[in-house]
């Protein structure tokens, strides 16, 4: 089983940068996509950011131009670089391991989250 364990959220002020980073708890023969979903108080939790097994990157329109994706395959940990914050930003960041390369890979695997605030 693998656990996959989110870092680097905390308080800041609109306008400033965090990045978080999710890093899996040991490498599998297994590749996934890896993306970031986010959940604020009293919504659903939504899509922020996916690198596809095949590198490509997507972004939710809403952190478009302000947050970057990158990878680490050697530290087993994806990144998400968050520029110009907002309130809006605020919420549970979860990274999340799906389409896995095989049909005998697991093929879902959540984080706990990290907390991200954003104060006017």
């Known amino acids: 089983q693998v656990q996959l364990v989110e870092s680097g959220g905390g308080s800041v002020q609109a306008g400033g940068s965090l990045r978080l980073s999710c890093t899996a708890s040991r490498r599998t023969y297994c590749r996934y996509a890896m993306s970031w979903y986010r959940q604020a108080p009293g919504k659903e939790r939504e899509f922020v950011s996916r690198i596809d097994r095949d590198g490509t990157t997507s972004y939710a329109d809403s952190v478009k131009g302000r947050f970057t994706r990158s990878q680490d395959n050697a530290k087993k940990t994806t990144f998400l670089q968050m520029n110009s914050l907002e309130p809006e930003d605020t919420g549970l960041y979860y990274c999340?391991?799906?389409?896995?390369?095989?049909?005998?890979?697991?093929?879902?695997?959540w984080g706990q989250g990290t907390q991200v605030t954003v104060s006017e």
């Open positions: 999340k391991a799906d389409s896995a390369s095989a049909s005998w890979c697991a093929p879902i695997y």
